[in-house]
């Protein structure tokens, strides 16, 4: 049974990226999990012709040509939809509006929840996976009189899928409970629209559905996230959001990805492949166990090795880069997290872990 895990409180998020270490040392960030084929052509260009208009210009404050694409490639309205400066910014405004005394988090998860939530002066309710997996009743139990509960569909740093859990946990939550159901990654899994809960929105005037463009388009650097909830959730929810929180070039990228049809398909198929490819010959290693997921990352067991010193090794020896999960709250020192890339990076990495392994 999933048990509570003792929260890290305000120090706890700490992130990957080539900007957690040594930017000079990494050859292959393997720590940031996004779309391996990146950006969108047609986003870039969009940027290179746009940059001498847009930049001396206000962007559009209510981003409403961005909302309206968003609102035929969700076929939500767009009214329903909130766009923010990365997910990140959301995750912030929901803490802020809706974080008051407690709160409820799966661990380990993104960490951003608990500080976002710590921030807002709320107490966190932590509840330990079970082997990896969401124990749907201890949280519907500790969710009773809380303000807020935070979900990732698919799980960071697990890579997991557990959408008849979260049906189950929103299902029986008290609708006074507010409910982030974070699915950023969820359009880098095989089956998006199985395991999406967009569809219940309109059922659930408690719960809130963020994603992100920068994962899924490869617009880290730009920032684009977004939220779906109804309009009157929406208001309170966006209470603290601050004039032209998203730049122009950013909605202009984003309205550029949004109209390749083809981008997000193809990397679908590329993460299925090369997952299980990465999977497959990291398993047939003797110093590493991974573990298996349905994301455009997972796992990987380093058999009681210490994370962050083989982060650091791997580096300087390999300039590879992947994701100490030791910063995780729950998540001890024994796991890193490698991202899914592109065949050419799959095999660069595969290559250090092997010389690792002979070493
Ligand atoms: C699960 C999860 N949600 C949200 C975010 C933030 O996304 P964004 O880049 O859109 O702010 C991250 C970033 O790593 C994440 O891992």
């Known amino acids: 049974m999933g048990q509570e895990v003792v929260s890290k409180g305000m120090s706890a998020c700490s992130h990957g990226g080539v900007y957690s270490v040594n ?61 923010g400066n990365g997910a990140i910014e959301i995750i ?11 709160v409820v988090i799966p661990a380990p998860t993104f960490c951003e929840y608990e500080l976002a939530s710590h921030k807002a002066g709320a107490k966190v309710t932590l509840v330990a996976l079970n082997a990896f997996e969401i ?17 990732c569909n698919p799980n960071n740093p697990t890579g997991m899928i557990a959408t008849r859990e979260i049906r189950k946990i929103i299902e029986s939550v008290g609708s006074s409970t507010k409910i982030l159901l974070d699915e950023c990654f969820i359009e880098l899994t095989d089956e998006p629209n199985t395991n999406s809960m967009m569809s219940m929105i309109e059922k659930f005037e408690n719960l809130v559905i963020l994603r ?49 049809k083809k981008h997000l398909p193809k990397a679908r198929a590329i993460v299925k492949k ?4 990465l999977y497959d010959n990291i398993r ?28 650091d090794t791997l580096l300087k020896k390999r300039g590879m880069l992947v994701r100490d999960c030791s910063t995780f709250t729950g998540m001890g020192t024994r796991y890193v997290r490698v991202a899914v890339k592109t065949h050419r990076e799959n095999l660069q990495l595969l290559k250090a872990l092997e010389a690792f392994d002979r070493g």
Not at 49 to 71: F, G, H, I, T, W
Not at 228 to 251: F, H, R
Not at 287 to 296: E, G, L, Q, T, V
């Open 23 to 83: 930017p000079n040392l990494v050859k292959v960030d393997c720590s940031s999990s996004i779309n391996p084929l990146g950006t969108p052509k047609r986003a870039i260009a969009a940027v290179k012709k746009n940059v001498a208009s847009l930049a001396p210009m206000y962007p559009d404050p209510e981003c409403r040509e961005l909302k309206k694409r968003l609102s035929h490639y969700l076929r939500v309205d767009p009214q329903w939809i909130n766009v």
């Open 92 to 102: 912030y405004w929901f803490a802020q509006a809706f974080a008051k005394n407690r």
């Open 135 to 151: 124990d749907a009743d201890q949280i519907i139990e500790k969710a009773r009189g809380a303000d807020a509960v935070f979900l």
């Open 212 to 260: 992100s463009l920068t994962k899924s388009f490869g617009l880290a650097g730009l920032r684009v996230g977004y939220s779906v909830c109804t309009p009157s959730l929406l208001d309170k929810l966006s209470i603290n959001k601050i004039p032209w929180n998203v730049n122009g070039l950013a909605q202009t990228a984003g309205i550029a990805a949004l109209a390749d």
């Open 274 to 277: 090369e997952r299980k490819f």
């Open 284 to 311: 047939r290693l003797k110093k590493f166990s991974p573990i298996m997921s349905s994301a455009n990352y997972f796992l990987v067991d380093l058999h009681g090795r210490n994370s962050t010193q083989f982060r």
